[in-house]
């Protein structure tokens, strides 16, 4: 029988100075509490007993979302992120991955899926206007012009946008309405980073008068009574910069205009309620990647040093220097530094003796060491050591759960992406196409509902990168398998295989058919089974 512990209630009982304490609130306020927490009460949580030698160095405070890394901590966090990845091929190799498969070379493409119910359209109606707003934001999207600076196209602004957002904790997109003659839209698009979003004057955070009324204010961000941004406060120029004579100056820009509708738009990762900015995502294993790449560094060293063939000489000082001939062809002699080198031979008088030593780099257990601080870093971040390294001499199974495991980060940062930059981004063009009837949508402004019909929803109208397959044939058979027990559709097989839409990719095998069917290569198919099998998807 399990013998139970008793507990001792004479703990629990307040004592002599317990009850003096009554007769001063301020110290009598929590000290019952405090001694209660100090003693070792059975069935308590051995973690949290302050008597414990585990932490006893160990100090804890619990502080709200913005004060737990203040604007000096977390700027500090974001130079040494940003130094981290122009110095550190780890961290370098760490962001890059998560950009590559989360956004890649592509970007995010748009298959605008409008809902025809809600609208009441036929399924031809809907596809055809699909197929002109998709026509329209490639337009624009794929040119140069949408960028306020003419720089970058949105996809490669898109990727941008999650590399600034992971390296320097958060970022900004400002919209803006630009005419510009060889543009045809107005929409333009300005990133911003993170280091120009703070206090003007670079005030500590606290509570700020604006247009009369008494506001909070934090990092840069001015909130109204309900906590939610309101304005941020935008630099011309980077405030840290000291490099720079230029006088820094700060804007208040509304998040939201008159209509409801946003203006700027900022990307970071919120892991606590009420946080008001983002942390890099290195923040947490900035000291070990900085630890790796110094002994990686030495260790290098170590091994290029030990690869000379090394002689420790011994013997007098006056016997033991290099001597060698003036370049003035005198008879005096140049003493010189012994200095290792690729085949060096060197001359020492009479009485010098050398002796060798056996060099023990490059060490053994460099790469066990290495590759398990990778993984550590890699299991804190989201991603595993074989992709951070580019890796794989693990076994299939191995090699394709970590793939696996990848991909749930790699989605969740482009869902980021998709939400909170592509989407917004769209629904911003399609109320500039609509207004000046570029593009027709019946009842776009006079109802709400009707406009989110026509916008879709930024989780399945964006698709980016395919997940890579490490042996295609075993993921084609599974995927043929589960369409045969109608657990997965062609559509969602076609966007995890190549990343397009279905029906599109049905509309050129047709014609590809066709065209073979002309030339004598295959014989006609049926084409009202296909039709057929169109109008069942669509239903």
Known sequence: MTKVQKIDESYLKPNFVDRLARYFPSWQRGRYEERLKTEAIAGGYSNAKKASAVFENYITASTDPDSSVDYGQRLTL??????????????????????????????????????????????????????????????????????????????????????SMLEGGDCFTLFTNLVRAGSDFDLKLQTIESERVSNEDRQEDGQVFLNGIKKDRVEGVIKDQYGAPEYYQISNNFPTDYTNFESTKWVNRKIF????????????????PGQTRGIPVLGTVTDKL?????????????????????????????????????????????NDKLKLGSGSIVRADEGTTFETFETKRPSKLFEPFFVSMVAEIGAAVGVPKSLILMSFDKSYSASRGEVLLAWVYFLAKRTDMA???????????????????????????????????????????????????????????????YHNMKVKSLTGITAEVTGKDWRRVIDQIMRENSLNVKTGMESEIDQEEVEKLLEEDDE
């Open 419 to 481: 939400i909170g930059l592509c989407q917004p981004t769209y629904e911003a063009f399609l109320d500039e196409v609509i207004s000046k009837g570029i593009l027709e949508a019946p009842g776009y402004f006079s109802d709400s509902r009707i406009r989110r019909a026509f916008q879709g929803s930024g989780y399945n109208q964006w698709t980016g990168p395919t997940r890579p397959a490490i042996d295609e044939l075993k993921e084609a058979a599974a995927n043929e398998k």
């Open 78 to 163: 974001v130079e040494r992120s940003r130094e981290l990845l122009r110095d550190t091929p780890v961290a370098r190799g760490l962001i890059n991955r998560i950009c590559d498969h989360a956004i890649g070379a592509r970007g995010l493409v748009l298959h605008p899926q409008i809902d025809s119910r809600a609208l009441g359209w036929t399924p031809e109606r809907a596809t055809q206007w699909q197929d002109e707003a998709e026509s329209l934001w490639r337009t624009w999207s794929e040119s140069a012009e949408s960028d306020v600076v003419r720089t970058q196209n949105f996809q490669q602004k898109t990727y941008l946008t999650l590399q």
């Open 290 to 334: 900085l630890q790796l790449s110094r002994y990686s560094n030495a260790e290098l060293l170590a091994a290029v040093i030990s690869s000379f063939y090394t002689l420790v000489i011994t013997g007098e000082p006056s016997n033991t220097r290099q001597q060698r001939i003036s370049p003035q062809g005198s008879d005096e002699s140049v």
């Open 257 to 272: 205009d008159s209509n409801g509708r946003r203006n700027i738009l900022q990307h970071y990762n919120q892991i606590r």
